[in-house]
C-alpha cells in the first residue's frame, strides 16, 4: 500500500514539476534565506515589465490589451512566470497550464490583430482555478491520493464560458484534503504557505488560489466555496473573494467524492485583486446565460446597481460564540468609523446585527456536510493507505455532530434546515418592522482571526454560516495586522472552550505582516447588493470612487 | 383499530358534512335518477344569477365587481352554493369554509365601498385549494385517516398571498390517498367523480379541484404537481392547469408526510376556467416577491410576452412507450392543422419531438418518489389499520422500482437524475442546431387516455415526465370524445404490455361526454413561454384575440 500510496504522489508531484519547468525564461534564483513575507520577492526575480503586468488592475490591464499596450500573450506569459515563481515560495500551484495558455493567448492576439475587436470582457486575461475543476486531457485528483491518474476530457463549464469571454486558462492551484479544511495541506502535494508570512496558512480550501493572488501571480482566481472555502484564503492574503448564493455561476466538471449530495449547496465563487474584477465575473457570466446548457442553474438577472439612496447596514461584531480577534476587532472599527462619516449621494444607516443561534447553526451545518458519517471520503482515502491529516479529522471522522443518516434522518436534517433558513429569514424581515427598510447586508468578520497558524483553522462558522442560509457573502481587504494596536485585552474572560482556545493562541507577533479582511453579506440572490454595497465601503474608506 | 380508524373517519365526514349543512338558502331536491353527465344540474338547482355568476370567466367577473355589477359577497355566496352541490353530485368537498368566505367577502366590499378601490387584482373572486394546504384553524388530514384531528395555526403560505391579492378563499376538495394517484379516492371520504360522467375519475390527486373546475363551482383552484396533480384533473375536466416550474410559488404551509425529501420536487400550480387567471395567478403572485417572506423561493422575474416573432413548436405524438388513444391523437390533429394555417403576427414552425427515453425516465422518477421505499407513509396508514388502496399499492408498495435507499443510494440517484436532466437540456438545445433557434415549446398529450375509468390511471409519464427534468407544462381544453371519430385502429399492434392495458380498456362508449385536453411543456423557468404559446394555441383554435 505505502508503495502505491508513493507511486501516485510522485505522480501528481512529477506533473506539477514538469509543467512548472516549461517556464521560459527559467526563473532566476531566490534571495537566500527567504523572508518570512516573501511579497518583495517578484521584483527581485520577474522583469520590471512582468510586475508592471502582473500588479495591474484586471479589468484596468484587459484596457490595456484593448490599447494594445500589451499583447494577451505578453500578458499571460507574465503571470506564468509569476505563478512559477509563487510555487517555488509558497507551494500552491499544481500544474502550470504552459502550452494550453501561450496558445490561447496567442489565438487571442491573431483575432484581435485580424479584426480589431476584442473576444469579450475578459480578453487575454489569464485566470486560474482551484485543481478539482476540470481541465480538458488534464487529471483532477480532487486531492486524493487515489485520484491521481484520473483523466477528464472536457473542461468545467466555468472554465469554457470565461473562456468564450476571452479568459485564458493558465494554472491550477494547491487545495487541501478532502477540500474541506479551510487551510491547504495535502499529502499529495504538502502545505500551502501566506506570502505576507509564510508561518501562516494561505487559507483554504481554495488556499492555492489564496496564495497566487497574495503574490499577484493570477488576477483573478475561480475557488469553490461550501463553507468559506473561497472566503478564508482570499481574506488571509488581503484580497477579494466571494461565496455567491448558489446556482448561479456553472458548476459542471467539478470533481469531487460526495456528488449527489444536496443538503448543502456549494458554489464557485471568484477571488481577485479587485471588487470590480469579481462584478464582470458575475455579470457577464450570468449574462451569457449559462443556465441553457446547465439546467440545474438558475435565471436571476444581474443588477448593475440593486441599491438606491438608502443603505442600512447591520454590524456583527460577535457571533456569540468566537469573539474576533483584536486586528479583526479593529478592521470592523476602521469600517464603521469611516461610515459613520458618510458617503456623498448615500443615506447610510448603521445597525447592530444579533445574531441568530450561530452555535446550533453550526452543529447543523457539520450534519449537513456529511449525510453519510463522512463513509465515501474515508473510504476514498483509505482506499490507498492515504492517512487522515489533522484537519480532516476535525470536521469529519471526530466532529462529534457527524452521524451517518438513513433516508429518515436527512429528511428531518432538511426539515430542522429549512426551518433554521425561515427563521432567519423572519429575523432579516424583523429588522425593517419599524421603517419598512430591513437591513440590506450585513458587516462582519471572515474569521475569528487573520490568516492562521498552520492547523488552527477550526472554526469557520463566521463563514459557514452564510452558506447555510445560502447567503452570498464577499470578503475585502481592510488592514494588517499592528503589533502595538493588535494587543489582547488583559483579563480577557472567555465565553467558551472554543473562544479560549482562538485567544490562547493569539499574539500578534505570530501574525506579522498578516492582512485584515472583513466579509459583507446579504440575502440569498442579493448577489449584487453584496458588491454595490462594498463599492459603497470602499468609498467610505477612501479607496474608491 | 377498526374503531379508531371509523371514529377519525366520522370526524373528517362530520366536518365536510357540517359544513356543507351551512349554506343559505338551502340547497332544493336533486333530478332523481341523476344524469351521468350532471354539468346541467346546477341550472336546476341554483338561481340564474347563481349561474351567471359562477360561469363568467374568472377575470372578467372581478372585472364584474370594481364595476360595481356584484359585490364580493353576492359572488362569493353563489360560488359557495354551487360548491356544496358539487359535493352532492361529485363527492369532491372537504370543507366548505362558509364563515371565513362570507366575513371575508364583506370585508372585502366594505373596503371597496369606503374607498372606491378593490384590494387587489383577485379582489372578491373564490378561490378554493386542496385539503393539504393549511388552513388556519382548521384541521388537514392530508388524506390520511391517522391526521384526521390534525389542527394547524396558520393559512399556507399561497393562500395569504392570494388573500393579500384580494381572493376568497371558499372552500377546500378531495384528494387521494397519500395525495399519490391521479385518480381520487380516501377511505376518509370515498370517490370524487367526473361531472361530464360520473363513471370516470376526475383526475387526481387534486381531484376534488377538477370536480369543482368540471361544474363551474370554482374560479380558481389550487393544486400540488409532483407528477401530474394539478393537470390530470384540469384535463379531466376540460379545463386549465399548470404545473410550475418549482420554487416560483409559496409552498410553505403544505401537510404531507415526506417532510425532507427533495430529489424531485413539488410544486403548486393554478387549476382555472381560464388561461388568463393562470397568467395573473402567476404574473401577482411573482409580483408579490414572495421569496422575501420564504426565502426558499427563487427570484425569477415573471415576463408578460417572452415570445415574440417566431414559435417553434415540437409535436410530440407519442413518447413511444404508451401511445396516445384515439380521441387524444384526434386532439393533436385538431391543434396541428390549426397551427398549419398560421396566426397573424406569428411565424410558426412545427417539428416533431422526439422523446428521449422515457421508460427510463419514469423508472428513475418513480424511484425517486420513494427513497424510503414508501415505509413512512406505509406506517402512517398502518399506524390506524388504513389500507392501502390499489392505486397506493401500484405507485408504492408494489412498484417494482420504489426501493429503500441508503444516503449513497440516493446520492447516486440524485447523481443519474442530474445526468438525465443534463442530457434532456442537450436533447432540446439540439432542435436549434440548424437555425440557431431551439424549440419553444413542445405540445403533447396529457395522458394516453381522457378522463380515466375509475381505478385505471396507471400511466402517468406524459406528466411526470417533466417534473423529471422540472419543466413547466400546462394543460388546456381542445374537444370532448367523438363517438363516431374516436374508435380504436383495427389490428392495432401493442407496443408493450403497458400499451396493451390502455388499449384494451377503451372504447368511446366507456367515456362519453369526456373533454380532451392536451399539454403545453416548455423549457425550466419559461412558464411565462409556456402560457403565452397556450395564447397564440387558442388564437390558432380561433378561440382568443
Not at 37 to 57: D, Q, S
Not at 114 to 133: D, N, Q, R, Y
Not at 194 to 210: A, F, H, K, M, V
Request: aromatic residues 8%; charged residues 25%.
Amino acid at each position: 500500500m505505502a508503495n502505491v500510496l508513493e507511486e501516485l504522489v510522485n505522480i501528481a508531484v512529477s506533473i506539477r514539476d514538469e509543467s512548472c519547468a516549461k517556464v521560459e525564461p527559467p526563473l532566476g534564483p531566490l534571495p537566500d534565506p527567504l523572508p518570512l513575507n516573501v511579497t518583495g520577492v517578484p521584483k527581485l526575480v520577474l522583469t520590471a515589465e512582468e510586475c508592471e503586468i502582473t500588479e495591474t488592475e484586471p479589468i484596468t490591464l484587459v484596457e490595456k490589451i484593448k490599447e494594445g499596450k500589451y499583447t494577451a500573450l505578453q500578458v499571460t506569459k507574465a503571470f506564468l512566470r509569476r505563478a512559477a515563481l509563487a510555487q517555488k515560495l509558497l507551494n500552491c500551484v499544481t500544474e502550470l497550464l504552459w502550452d494550453r495558455a501561450v496558445a490561447r493567448a496567442a489565438e487571442l492576439d491573431e483575432i484581435f490583430t485580424k479584426t480589431g475587436k476584442t473576444v469579450g470582457p475578459f480578453h487575454g486575461l489569464p485566470i486560474s482555478s482551484k485543481e478539482h475543476f476540470s481541465v480538458k486531457d488534464r487529471y483532477v485528483n480532487a486531492s486524493f491520493v487515489a485520484w491521481a491518474e484520473n483523466k477528464v476530457q472536457k473542461d468545467a463549464h466555468v472554465i469554457e464560458v470565461m473562456e468564450s469571454l476571452g479568459a485564458v486558462l493558465f494554472v491550477r492551484s494547491t487545495q487541501p484534503q478532502t477540500i474541506m479544511h479551510v487551510e491547504t495541506e495535502t499529502i499529495l502535494y504538502g502545505r500551502t504557505v501566506n506570502p505576507y508570512n509564510r508561518n501562516l496558512s494561505s487559507g483554504g480550501s481554495t488556499g492555492g488560489e489564496g496564495a497566487l493572488l497574495g503574490l499577484n501571480a493570477t488576477p483573478l482566481g475561480m475557488g469553490t466555496d461550501i463553507g468559506g472555502s473561497a472566503r478564508w484564503p482570499a481574506a488571509s492574503n488581503g484580497r477579494y473573494g466571494m461565496r455567491p448564493t448558489a446556482g448561479r455561476i456553472p458548476m459542471l466538471g467539478l470533481v469531487g467524492p460526495n456528488a449527489g449530495a444536496e443538503s448543502i449547496s456549494g458554489a464557485i465563487g471568484p477571488l481577485s485583486q479587485s471588487r470590480k474584477t469579481m462584478e464582470y465575473f458575475f455579470k457577464y457570466i450570468i449574462g451569457s446565460k449559462p443556465w441553457i446548457t446547465e439546467p440545474a442553474l438558475l435565471p436571476v438577472p444581474w443588477r448593475d446597481e440593486p441599491l438606491s439612496g438608502k443603505v442600512k447596514i447591520g454590524i456583527m461584531w460577535s457571533d456569540n460564540v468566537v469573539n474576533p480577534l483584536p486586528p479583526v476587532k479593529r478592521a470592523l472599527d476602521i469600517v464603521v468609523e469611516a461610515l459613520k462619516k458618510g458617503v456623498p449621494g448615500w443615506d447610510i444607516e448603521l445597525v447592530d446585527w444579533e445574531p441568530l443561534e450561530h452555535a446550533e447553526a453550526w452543529k447543523l451545518t457539520s450534519e449537513l456536510y456529511y449525510p453519510d458519517g463522512g463513509e465515501r471520503v474515508a473510504a476514498l482515502l483509505a482506499s490507498v493507505g492515504e492517512e487522515q491529516l489533522p484537519l480532516t479529522k476535525w470536521i469529519m471522522s471526530e466532529n462529534p455532530y457527524v452521524k451517518k443518516q438513513d433516508i429518515h434522518s436527512l429528511w428531518n436534517l432538511n426539515v430542522r434546515r429549512d426551518a433554521y433558513r425561515l427563521k432567519h429569514s423572519d429575523h432579516w424581515n424583523k429588522t425593517g418592522e419599524k421603517d419598512g427598510h430591513p437591513v440590506d447586508i450585513i458587516l462582519c468578520p471572515v474569521a475569528p482571526n487573520v490568516a492562521c497558524l498552520h492547523g488552527t483553522a477550526k472554526y469557520w462558522s463566521y463563514t459557514s454560516h452564510w452558506n447555510l442560509v445560502d447567503s452570498p457573502g464577499a470578503v475585502f481587504p481592510v488592514t494588517v495586522v499592528d503589533q502595538e494596536k493588535d494587543v489582547l485585552e488583559k483579563g480577557y474572560t472567555p465565553l467558551n472552550e472554543q473562544d479560549k482556545f482562538f485567544h490562547d493562541i493569539y499574539a500578534p507577533e505570530k501574525y506579522l505582516d498578516a492582512p485584515v479582511d472583513l466579509q459583507i453579506v446579504s440575502r440569498r440572490f442579493n448577489d449584487d447588493v453584496v458588491l454595490q454595497a462594498m463599492k459603497i465601503v470602499e468609498i467610505a474608506l477612501g479607496r474608491d470612487s
